[in-house]
C-alpha cells in the first residue's frame, strides 16, 4: 500500500494494485475566494500550490472516491479535468445525479459492503463539525474502510470531528491504519468543522496500535492547526511515533 498527500484531503491511495484518487481539489493556488465567516479573509483557495502536476496525479487513476461534494474535495478543476468515463464513488444517491449531471458516466453509491477489483469499502459514518445548525449547514459526509486480503486495513475517516460515530468504526473495523482530516478548519461563529489536535489525540487513544496520518492540513484559508503545532502537541503528549503529518507531495509505503 503506497498512501501520497497531494494536497489538503486529496491524496492518493495504492491498494491492492489498485490506484484510488480521493477527494481531488485540483485547482491552481488562489483560483477561488476564501470561505466566508472564517479567518484569513486575505487568502484565496487554495493557498497553496499543487506539488506534483495534474497530469501526474489522474495518470493511473482506477477510481475516484468523493466523500461529500464540497469545494475543497471536489472543485470545478477537478469536474472538468476528471475523464468523465472514470469510476467515481460517492455517498448518496442525492450526489450521484449531481455528479452525473456534471457529466461522470460511472457513478455508484458507496455502501457498507461495496465490492471495487476485489478491494471491500466499507462506507463509514462522520458528522461535518458538532451542534445541530452547524451540521445542518454542512451535509452528510462519510468515510471509507478500505480491506483486502493481503493488505493492512485501511481507515479513511473524511471530514468529521471527533465523535461516538468514529469510536463505533474504530472498534467495528480495528484499522492497521486511519488518515485524518486534521487541520481544524473552522468557522468564527461555529468551531471546529474537522478534526483539530484533541480529536486527534483521541483517534489515537481509542486505536492505540493505528498508525495516523493527518491529512487536510495548511491548503485552504480557515485551517487553524499547523503541521508544526501538531507534531509538537503529539510530542508533548506521547504519540509522535504513531502519526505521521506529511507535506503536499510526501507519500509513505507500507
Known amino acids: 500500500m503506497n498512501i501520497k498527500q497531494i494536497r489538503n484531503a486529496t491524496i492518493i491511495v495504492e491498494y491492492a494494485n489498485k490506484r484510488f484518487l480521493i477527494d481531488p481539489m485540483l485547482a491552481e493556488k488562489g483560483t477561488y475566494p476564501p470561505f466566508p465567516g472564517s479567518v484569513k479573509q486575505d ?3 487554495p493557498v497553496v500550490s499543487l506539488p506534483i502536476s495534474v497530469d501526474d496525479i489522474i495518470s493511473g487513476v482506477d477510481a475516484v ?43 455508484e453509491v458507496l455502501t457498507k ?12 459514518r462522520g458528522e461535518h463539525g458538532r451542534g445541530e445548525e452547524l451540521l445542518k449547514l454542512m451535509g452528510e459526509v462519510c468515510g471509507v474502510v478500505f480491506k483486502h486480503p493481503s493488505e493492512k ?14 469510536q463505533e468504526e474504530l472498534d467495528t473495523h480495528e484499522p492497521d491504519l486511519i488518515v485524518v482530516n486534521g487541520g481544524d478548519n473552522q468557522f468564527i461563529e461555529y468551531g471546529s468543522l474537522i478534526m483539530g489536535k484533541e ?30 503545532e501538531l507534531k509538537n502537541f503529539s510530542k508533548e503528549k506521547g504519540f509522535l511515533n504513531s502519526i505521521l503529518i506529511p507535506e503536499d507531495g510526501e507519500s509513505y509505503t507500507f
Do not use: C
Not at 486495513?153 to 465523535?163: E, F, H, K, R, S
Open 43 to 45: 487568502q484565496n483557495n
Open 113 to 124: 459492503d461495496t465490492v471495487f477489483e476485489g478491494i471491500q469499502l466499507v462506507k463509514t
Open 65 to 107: 472516491i468523493l466523500t461529500h461534494l464540497h469545494l475543497d474535495h471536489f472543485d470545478e478543476a477537478a469536474q472538468r479535468l476528471l475523464p468523465k468515463d472514470i469510476k467515481m464513488f460517492v455517498q448518496n444517491e442525492e450526489e450521484a445525479k449531481e455528479v452525473q449531471n456534471v457529466g461522470f458516466q460511472n457513478v
Open 153 to 166: 486495513t485501511l481507515y479513511v475517516a473524511g471530514d468529521t470531528v471527533w465523535y461516538e460515530g468514529v
Open 199 to 228: 480529536d486527534i489525540y483521541e483517534v489515537h487513544k481509542a486505536a492505540p496500535n493505528a498508525k495516523i496520518i493527518s491529512v487536510h492540513m495548511e491548503a485552504v484559508n480557515h485551517w487553524t492547526l499547523s503541521r508544526e
